[in-house]
């Protein structure tokens, strides 16, 4: 059973870049099975989907996002990993990585415990 | 984007009630609809995906109905341990989008 794990720093300063990592166990990035993805939830707000990538590199990201956002796969670490550039209060959230598999309706059906991260100077 | 809504926004009930949520796409999403659990502190878990199917190791007071633009998530049985914030999302397209939320609280 493939399990996630979240890592990166808590506390990333406004203007600067967020680079969060998932670990991934059980399972092989490298799988045709998952599409690889992250979301976030900002205080006592709702999700929000970021964006995913698939073994073959291929991406899709949320347009809100688009111009400041990057996901991509190190296969030699088995993780996968999210940057996000130009960061402002409003990118203050929990965010999660989780797996998407086309066999279950593309449903996020695994998910990491979430890492907090606050934007603050 | 595809808009999701979900009804009502919160809700107060008792251990044993019936409850339902309803969740409506602004176009048709056929069976592209999941529903997740959320709890403070924790990740969300999935509960239905495809509109009706019982993701494994949910119990079966959780179901999922609907198709095109209408869905529903019901609680059969209410639990203690089912009081959390429910919400729907849907996967026919990008960006996926997820409905706002609904708060299940104890009465």
């Known amino acids: 059973q493939v399990q996630l794990q979240e890592s990166g720093p808590g506390l990333v300063k406004p203007s600067e870049t967020l680079s969060l990592t998932c670990n991934v166990s059980?399972?092989?990035?490298?799988?045709?099975?998952?599409?690889w993805s992250w979301i976030r939830q900002p205080p006592g707000k709702g999700l929000e989907w970021i964006g995913y990538?698939?073994?073959?590199?291929?991406?899709n990201y949320n347009p809100s996002l688009k111009s400041r956002v990057t996901i991509s796969v190190d296969t030699s670490k088995n993780q996968f990993s999210l940057r996000l550039n130009s960061l402002t209060a409003a990118d203050t959230a929990v965010y999660y990585c989780?797996?998407?598999?086309?066999?279950?309706?593309?449903?996020?059906?695994?998910w990491g415990q979430g890492t907090t991260v606050t934007v603050s100077s | 984007d595809m808009q999701m809504t979900q009804s009502p926004s919160s809700l107060s009930a008792s251990v044993g009630d019936r409850v339902t949520i309803a969740c409506r796409a602004s176009?048709?999403?056929?069976?592209?609809l999941n529903w997740y659990q959320k709890k403070p502190g924790k990740a969300p878990k999935l509960l239905i995906y495809?509109?009706?199917s019982l993701q494994s190791g949910v119990p079966s007071r959780f179901s999922g109905s609907g198709s095109g633009t209408d869905f529903t998530l019901t609680i059969s049985s209410l639990q203690p341990e089912d009081f959390a914030i429910y919400y729907c999302?849907?996967?026919?397209?990008?960006?996926?989008?997820f409905g706002q939320g609904t708060k299940v609280e104890i009465k």
């Open positions: 989780a797996t998407m598999t086309m066999l279950k309706f593309y449903a996020l059906d695994i």
């Open positions: 176009q048709n999403i056929n069976n592209y």
């Open positions: 990538i698939f073994y073959s590199g291929s991406t």
């Open positions: 059980g399972g092989s990035v490298n799988s045709g099975s998952y599409y």
């Open positions: 495809g509109a009706s």
């Open positions: 999302q849907q996967s026919y397209t990008t960006p996926r989008t």
